[in-house]
């Protein structure tokens, strides 16, 4: 007989790292895991380092022992980190900071007021608040835009030629946005009175509306607790003879508030525009688009004063139309034309 030869093709070449270092999967879980924990007596040199295929490898030396001639090299190491699914990924802003206690309550209601509103076919309902100043300048707004040579925008932002207050209102039914901006403060009268005007050109297409439901955030200058606000949204509700409901988010998840999503739409539109005047940031506003259509967009001249304030005394005349939520008095306000 003659001999028989068997490869051992399993032996040829050389073998997988994991293969030679057993423990090197679990070990590179807990520096990677171990530096993001909380618990602030945890030693390691990761705790406040950027994590990377090469400080892996460090501490790999440094706390667990290996040899550097044990080890494959930073970016095998790098390939391992992907495999075990530690990516490289943007910081999401999905915790609230906190909650209160009502919290949890506070959004049954949101739900349950909006869905009433929905299901009605004399009821609208519009997402309500105001956007961050926009400065207005030869200013970087970072971003990117597909020209052949970059914009130039000054070194530092010190010349700013106007700052803008915008408050937008999104109409939940056709999904339709309107854009006040000026260049005034962001106070209540400033929010009603784009509100009104809102609703004076836009009325005729809600004939058959007896009930408007605001989503709203608890915010400075549209809280139930600003006197001012609550004032003039029963002069609103006078004037237009509708039912309001104010059904405001709960503090810290304002985010949820429909009209927020309005806001990072038009951010990520003109970002890497430079808007360097009014005229220029009306215009990228009104060109932006949410779910395929423009929004209307308008220059409020106004001016408006801050800090303005009802007494005691004289709310207590427009106290006998809004009615507050028992459970929840301070986010659920209904005000009515006349109360029984």
Known sequence: MGIVCVDNYK????QKTENQLPNLEEDIRSLVDGSS?????????LRYSRIS??????ALIQEKGYSDSQLPTRQTIGDILNRLNYRFRATQKAKPLKKIPETDAIFKNVHKANQAAD????????????????????????????TQKSKQADDHD???EATLGT??????????????????FETSDFIVDCLERWWDENSDNFSHINELVINLDNGPSLGSHRTQF?????????????????IYYPPYHSKYNPIERCWGALENYWNGAILNTIDAAIKWAGNMTLKGKNPTVHLVEDTYEKGVIVSNFDIKEFEPFWKRSEELPKWDVTILPALE
């Open 11 to 14: 032996a040829r070449g050389r």
């Open 37 to 45: 924990q909380t618990e602030p007596t945890f030693q390691t040199m």
């Open 119 to 146: 299901d009605n076919p004399e009821a609208l309902r519009i997402s309500i608040d105001c956007f961050a100043t926009v400065k207005i300048g030869n200013l970087s707004r970072g971003g990117s835009a597909r």
């Open 230 to 246: 609550i004032k003039r949204m029963v002069e609103f509700e006078q004037k237009t003879k509708l039912v309001v409901k104010l």
């Open 167 to 184: 408050e937008g209102i999104r109409e939940m039914g056709e999904d339709h946005l309107t854009i006040f901006m000026g260049q005034s």
């Open 53 to 58: 295929a090469k400080s892996i490898r460090e």
């Open 158 to 160: 010190t010349k700013i």
